[in-house]
């Protein structure tokens, strides 16, 4: 585990499937990830303004997923129903609460190896800034991490622009975030670094 210290709370700018490769057996408590699979994300409107149509050509092979199985001991997959992953019970599935006349999803599936009941956040897509194609609402994100009380280090592979980290920070758990665009490691570092510069209210 000493190894392991160099990346405890970093962000790295790395092909995720390299760096996991270099990590030991079960050495992560938890993966919590939303990897791109290519569907549906072109029609966003924040990535027909902002994003190229290579982002969404991305899908990672089932070498990525075996890793991530390798190196952790529980893990939540966004967009788990698009990938060849073992039957779930404890899935998580984020409500959006829009119309269903809207033209995007009304919900999405987390896949997850949480043994225990579904469980269901809701919060509108439109409610919160956006600073990727597929940003998670950050309370989500924390409400996900208080599932898994004992899950001290969290590793997510498909960073983006860093909401797990930032989760992680607030919650006090100990975060290593992988992503392979430099820009998204500047907005993930730069909101790692707001939470440092606000004021100590304890």
Not at 39 to 60: L, T, V
Not at 85 to 107: H, T
Not at 115 to 136: G, L, M, Q
Request: charged share 30%; with cysteine; net charge negative.
């Amino acid at each position: 585990m000493e190894d392991m210290e160099q990346y405890l709370n970093k962000i790295i700018c790395a092909d995720s499937l390299e760096f996991m490769k270099s990590l030991p057996d079960k050495c992560i408590d938890l993966v919590l990830t939303d990897p791109p699979y290519g569907i549906g994300i072109a029609k966003n409107p924040f990535r027909q303004k902002h994003e190229k149509k290579e982002w969404d050509d991305f899908i990672p092979a089932k070498e990525y997923f075996d890793e991530i199985f390798r190196i952790s001991k529980d893990q939540v997959i966004f967009g788990g129903n698009y990938f060849e992953l073992p039957p779930c019970r404890g899935f998580f599935v984020w409500d959006k609460k829009q119309s269903e006349k809207f033209s995007s999803a009304m919900c999405e599936y987390a896949w997850s190896s949480r043994n225990a009941p579904a469980k269901i956040f809701r919060k509108h897509a439109a409610s919160f800034e956006k600073f990727h194609p597929t940003t998670k609402p950050l309370e989500m994100m924390e409400w996900i991490l208080e599932w898994f009380p004992n899950a001290l280090t969290v590793l997510d592979p498909f960073l983006g622009s860093g909401t797990t980290a930032v989760a992680c920070k607030l919650l006090g758990r100990n975060y290593i975030g992988v992503e392979r665009e430099q820009k998204y490691v500047d907005i993930a570092l730069d909101r790692i670094k707001a939470i440092d510069a606000q004021p100590n209210l304890f």
